[in-house]
């Protein structure tokens, strides 16, 4: 989050960023997140709505969170805040997707012997081999047969 320069927008106009779909969705996550409905997240209201998830994490970064996405560095986000935020996000996720994209791609290529955009059985026999895992015929079956979305007997990478 410290790499990538935070927007700075105060008036509504964010919400102009979104379908109303993706509007209306956000607003109640807001909603979820402001325990107490005074239009204000606070980092206690986030904590609680982290851990609620599974994430334990501490006081002082949530705190440093908050900040991070409030318009003025306070500990209260609002919801032009929230969206702010959310939007930001979204601009960062098709990076990930696109890195994971590459290294899915990389990958298939190691197994992908001829380079012909597929792995056979006997590919990957030979790259399970390679990489030291034995297999049995049993194992190599299992696998196509989850991996083979075509059902023409081997594994076949369409990137979108």
């Known amino acids: ?3 990538v320069p935070l927007l700075r927008r105060r008036s509504s106009s964010v919400k102009k960023e979104f379908t109303e779909k993706e509007l209306e969705e956000l607003k109640t996550a807001f909603q979820l997140l402001d325990r107490n409905r005074d239009g204000r997240v606070t980092p206690g209201e986030l904590k609680i709505m982290l ?3 599974g994430i334990e994490i501490k006081e002082e970064k949530v705190e440093e969170i908050i900040r991070a996405m409030s318009h003025s560095g306070s500990e209260l986000i609002d919801e032009n805040d929230f969206l702010t935020f959310i939007k930001q996000m979204q601009l960062v996720v098709p990076e ?3 890195d994971v994209t590459r290294d899915l791609g990389a990958a298939f290529q190691v197994f992908d012997l ?3 955009g597929y792995i056979t ?3 990957l026999r030979t790259a399970m081999e390679m990489i030291g895992e034995s297999v049995t015929e049993s194992q190599l079956t299992n696998l196509i047969r989850t991996a ?7 594994i076949s990478y369409e990137s979108s």
């Open 1 to 3: 989050m410290e790499n």
């Open 121 to 123: 059985r006997e590919e």
């Open 51 to 53: 851990n609620n998830l």
């Open 114 to 116: 001829d380079g012909d």
């Open 148 to 154: 083979d979305l075509d059902n023409d007997n081997r």
């Open 96 to 98: 990930v997707e696109d």
